[in-house]
């Protein structure tokens, strides 16, 4: 089928509801970039498949500019040769999205659309885990070259995805899903064929534990009705201390544990009566020690003598600062008087220089023989009395003395405080200690009965102790009886357990055989599906070569490297695809990685001519259409002159698209693929510019020639 109109209305740069005639043979839109180009083949995209990849979710495609808040658009195909037309509507309202079909006057909406739209455009993807995706992939890689994703089938996709993408182009994509589920189921076959034989690993690895726990078990034999009387009498002697275990068979399960419990308060009890044993002794000595002597008090009393010592201290020691608040007025004085004599001593100096039979001041007669003498007196600082520092000095230290004497008698006053103290403190813990101990025998009037009453417990408490010590030698040999009978229960449970085993082991192993045959038939029912996929592929890409080749040397991307190639191969049980440039006169010249050789412009031929040579030669595509988005941003000049040729040509078996920003090339394309022959048709869409109401769009029809130009020599 193919594209006869469209209707956009609120989708992305188309603002307002406008209705392109696009039923012709060639579709040529010139724009400048922004001005809705791409956005008019999104909207075929979107009205086909639901999805526009690289915009990610529908609130991208509504545009801003819309008057409902809505994206609409609407497709009508139809057959080259009439008849049938099938009209597709998809409506994003801002929360999802809705689609209705009509064809032959029947309507369908919803989830039956969709179905409707897969069933006529790609039956193939009817079958796939995602449908639309499948639909998808095979409108990007067959139908619609993407501005923006040129070179990413040479280029960014590893050879495995591009085996992928062309089996679900040539319709064997189930085929390699099949593979893919059928690798899963046999990964988790083996998985499960492994965990069969992990069980019987870990059910050898039990009898060999088994087989050394029986190495290890006792082979005798214990007399039980022996065991059970012993059992008995025992339990009626060890009643009076542990009563848990009255009532119950020696042959109980839980015989051993109440028996050990039983001997744990045996050993418990025995520790109490030997520490009671202990305290009993402990009282008897006590006893016979003689009591603390209480100390001597020497009137008057150590803490009458401390306080006058006290006193004492306090007195000398404000005497002592006193003394020292006198030296230190002392001292100041006489800096004072050294200070004034240093001044004096100064004068002196200076008038001695000056003596004359006058005064040099007034100018008067003087005796001049004791001025010079009071002055050399001056000089040599006996004009100053002496001070009563020294007698000062020797009282200071006279009360230090003083005070370091009494310290000391203070000091001796403490210790002996001390000593009265701790005797004190002696009798007192001495005397609490005899009325604790003597506490426990309040019958007792006299220490001499206390000791007779001693001495008759202590041997009670040993009488008991020994009881005790023996019914626990007795328990735990009857403890060693007990452990031999559960050894020969043991033994007889790890023989069943050994039996049980064997079995699973042998039921195990035939399992596993017969899983491993299973295993290797899915192998190679696997291995084949696989060849068959790859021969399915091999065979499709042999019809794509010719058609390859002949679009790649006519777009001529580079000076040596003129032949292209397809290669396919297993690796690891996946198909690989990969693509060959060669010399074809020189052998063994190319490269198995294009990206590696070519330049950018180069690469996007190859990826061009990879397109187109996949839209002309695979059958029953989704539509008869080829749509390049402005292919000129993606290729050098020299190389757009051949793409014209090969596009001239293309136009013959697909209805074909083509966008460009560039005035020049559309003018270059509208001459190439004008009609040329009765029944063509070409149609323009000229964007002149674009406001908020969308782009102002002219569509008109290319004029006929009715001669075709010179140079129509290739075919495809």
């Not at 109109?5 to 043979?25: H, P, Q, V």
């Not at 369908?108 to 992939?137: C, F, H, M, S």
């Not at 049980?573 to 010399?583: A, F, H, K, P, S």
């Not at 030669?617 to 002159?641: F, G, H, K, M, V």
Request: hydrophobic share 40%; charged share 25%; proline share 4%.
């Amino acid at each position: 089928m193919r594209i006869a109109s469209l209707t956009i209305n609120g989708f992305r740069a188309w603002a307002k509801e406008i209705t392109l005639d696009l039923a012709s043979d060639a579709v040529i839109v010139v724009a400048r970039n922004g001005q809705g180009k791409t956005s008019l083949f999104d909207a075929i995209m979107w009205s086909l498949t639901g999805s526009v990849p690289r915009l990610g979710k529908d609130d991208a495609l509504v545009s801003k500019y819309s008057e409902s808040g809505q994206a609409f658009v609407s497709i009508d195909l139809e057959n080259p040769g009439g008849g049938e037309r099938l009209q597709i509507k998809r409506l994003f309202d801002g929360t999802s999205q809705n689609v209705q079909v009509q064809m032959n006057g029947t309507a369908r909406t919803g989830a039956v659309a969709t179905q409707y739209i897969l069933e006529t455009l790609w039956p193939n993807a009817t079958a796939a885990p995602k449908p639309a995706d499948a639909l998808l992939a095979a409108f990007t890689r067959s139908i619609y070259l993407q501005q923006d994703r040129v070179r990413d089938f040479i280029q960014d996709e590893d050879q495995q995805a591009r085996f992928t993408a062309v089996s679900e182009i040539i319709g064997t994509g189930r085929v390699t899903e099949l593979q893919l589920q059928l690798d899963r189921a046999k990964t988790a076959w083996t998985k499960a064929t492994n965990e069969r034989n992990s069980e019987g690993d870990a059910a050898r690895q039990r009898i060999a534990a088994v087989r050394e726990q029986l190495s290890t078990l006792a082979a005798g034999r214990v007399d039980l009705a022996e065991l059970e009387s012993r059992w008995a009498s025992w339990w009626r002697q060890a009643g009076p201390i542990v009563k848990d275990g009255a009532g119950l068979a020696a042959a109980s399960p839980r015989a051993s544990r109440v028996l050990d419990q039983a001997l744990k308060q045996m050993y418990t009890s025995e520790m109490a009566l030997g520490r009671q044993m202990d305290e009993l002794r402990e009282t008897l000595a006590f006893l016979q020690t003689k009591s603390p002597p209480a100390p001597e008090s020497v009137p008057p009393s150590i803490a009458d003598r401390l306080k006058a010592v006290d006193v004492e201290v306090e007195n000398v020691t404000t005497e002592i600062n006193d003394l020292r608040r006198e030296q230190k007025a002392l001292e100041a004085a006489q800096a004072d008087r050294a200070k004034a004599q240093s001044e004096a001593v100064q004068l002196a100096r200076l008038a001695l220089k000056q003596l004359a039979e006058t005064c040099p001041v007034c100018d008067q007669t003087y005796d001049i023989r004791a001025t010079r003498a009071r002055l050399e007196k001056l000089l040599k600082g006996t004009g100053l009395k002496s001070s009563g520092h020294e007698s000062l000095e020797k009282r200071l230290a006279a009360k230090n003395t003083s005070l370091s004497e009494v310290g000391e008698r203070r000091l001796l006053l403490l210790a002996q405080q001390r000593k009265e103290v701790s005797a004190n403190e002696s009798l007192r813990l001495w005397q609490s200690e005899r009325v604790r101990r003597l506490a426990a025998f309040p019958e007792s009037s006299s220490d001499e009965d206390v000791t007779q009453a001693i001495i008759a417990q202590t041997y009670n408490v040993r009488e008991s102790s020994l009881e005790i010590a023996r019914l626990r030698k007795s328990g735990e040999e009857m403890a060693l009886q007990l452990a031999a009978t559960s050894e020969a229960q043991r033994r007889a449970e790890l023989a069943q357990e050994m039996a049980t085993l064997a079995d699973v082991i042998k039921r195990a192993d035939a399992e596993f055989e017969q899983r491993n045959e299973t295993g290797e038939l899915a192998g190679r029912m696997l291995n084949a599906l696989r060849e068959s996929a790859a021969d399915l592929v091999k065979d499709q890409l042999k019809e794509i070569e010719p058609a390859l080749r002949r679009i790649y040397e006519t777009c001529d991307p580079h000076p040596a490297l003129k032949a292209v190639r397809l290669v396919s191969s297993m690796f690891r049980g996946r198909g690989q695809l990969g693509t060959v440039i060669e010399d074809p006169e020189i052998a063994g010249v190319g490269s198995d990685d294009p990206a590696r050789i070519l330049s950018s412009s180069q690469i996007n031929v190859l990826a061009v001519s990879l397109f187109l040579a996949l839209n002309l030669t695979i059958p029953n595509l989704p539509l008869e259409c080829a749509i390049l988005d402005d292919p000129i941003q993606s290729l050098d000049d020299l190389n757009l002159l051949g793409l014209v040729d090969v596009l001239r040509h293309v136009k013959d078996h697909r209805q074909l698209f083509v966008s460009t920003h560039e005035v020049r090339f559309g003018a270059l394309l509208r001459r190439k693929l004008r009609p040329v022959e009765p029944g063509q048709r070409t149609r323009i869409i000229e964007i002149s510019d674009w406001s908020r109401e969308g782009p102002v769009v002219t569509q008109y029809d290319a004029l006929h020639e009715a001669t075709r130009p010179i140079g129509d020599s290739m075919a495809i």
